[in-house]
Each structure stands twice: as C-alpha cells, then as structure tokens.
C-alpha cells in the first residue's frame, strides 16, 4: 500500500471512529453492559450477556458473513458463536433460542462490512472485560471465557488486519457513507436487542 492510499484510509478510519462513538458509549451505558465491567458482577449476568451475544452472532454469521467471502479472507477464523455456545455449556447453560437482531437482511457489500466493524471492535474491547469476568471464581481457570479470549495474544493484529480491508475497500470502491450506515446501524440494532432483553 502507498504512503498516500495509507493517509486516504486513516482518514476514512477516523471518520468511522468519529461518526460511532455516540452509538458506542450509548450501548456501553446500557445496564446489561454495564453488568459485565461491574465489580460486583454476578454469574447470572455473565450469562444473561453471553446469550444476549450469541443472538447477535447468530445473525452475523448468517447474514453477514456470506456477504463478505473473498472480501475479508480469514472470515472463518473469526466466528465467535461457537465460543460462546462452549461457555455457555461450562456454565450448564444450553442456548435453545435465537432472537432476530438484524432486520435489514439484503445488506450491501459495504453496509455488511460496517457491522462487521462493529462485532470486530468488540472482540477488541472483550479483551478487557475479560478481566473483569476472570475475577469470577466460577470463571478463574480461563474455562467459560473463550468468547472474551477473542483471538488471544493475536487480537490486536486481527483488528489491524480487519482495518487495513476496511479501509482499503473504501478506497477502492468510495464507500464509507455506506460502511459508516452499517455501523451505526449495527449499534442501534445491538442496542434495541439490550434495552428489550
């Protein structure tokens, strides 16, 4: 990539960043979420949380990522629904029902690759709850928290590598109006999922 192409793609990240961060701190705010980063967590929550989740990538792995074969190549390895569904079954919970989350399922290329961005920037940041949830003595022998392990030690540069696709799909095809709908559209929905559950 160009030294200019790479200026060009921050920008677009940037915007991105910007054009998220009330519908980000709004989901954040929400009592469900807020449970999981309390220190007077209660396991009830943890799995509240993991089943709220499971719905939400349940619709991204069927709706989503058929979208973005070829597009986004190591989508495979990004799956998380089956980690949650392992620690769910640590916790003796089993998962019979699946809530739609997602009602807009025609998604364009770009508009998919921003809710994707969305459930990425999660995995990121579910480094970080991890510690929080660890804490359970339910949850301290690193069993029942594979889905806030997200891609362990390499989870920083999956997130890069799923950024440097972003931006260069934007670049390529001048798409971030759509990219940046699909992200706040992923919040919203996520939102509304949280507030009814």
């Excluded at 009592?31 to 990538?57: F, G, T």
């Excluded at 991890?130 to 540069?157: A, H, I, M, Q």
């Excluded at 972003?166 to 509304?192: M, P, T, V, W």
Aim: one cysteine or more; proline letters at 3%; a negative charge.
């Amino acid at each position: 990539m160009s030294t200019n192409s790479t200026s060009i793609s921050s920008g677009f990240l940037t915007d991105i960043k910007t054009n998220t961060t009330d519908s980000h701190t709004k989901l954040e705010q929400l009592p469900v979420s807020m449970s999981i980063v309390s220190p007077d967590m209660k396991i009830e929550n943890y799995v509240h949380y993991l089943s709220l989740m499971h719905d939400v990538h349940n619709d991204t792995e069927n709706i989503v990522y058929p979208l973005l074969l070829g597009i986004v190549e190591d989508l495979e390895h990004r799956k998380k629904k089956h980690l949650i569904e392992n620690d769910l079954s640590f916790l003796h919970h089993t998962k019979i029902n699946s809530a739609k989350v997602f009602e807009i399922t025609n998604m364009s290329i770009p508009f998919a690759l921003g809710v994707l961005y969305v459930m990425e920037g999660s995995t990121l940041g579910g480094r970080f709850i991890l510690k929080n949830v660890s804490k359970l003595p339910e949850l301290s022998t690193d069993k029942g928290v594979s889905y806030f392990n997200g891609y362990g030690d390499k989870t920083g540069s999956y997130w890069k590598t799923f950024l440097n696709v972003l931006a260069e799909y934007e670049q390529d095809y001048n798409c971030g109006d759509e990219i940046i709908k699909g992200a706040k559209y992923a919040f919203e929905s996520i939102y509304n999922h949280f507030q009814n559950a």
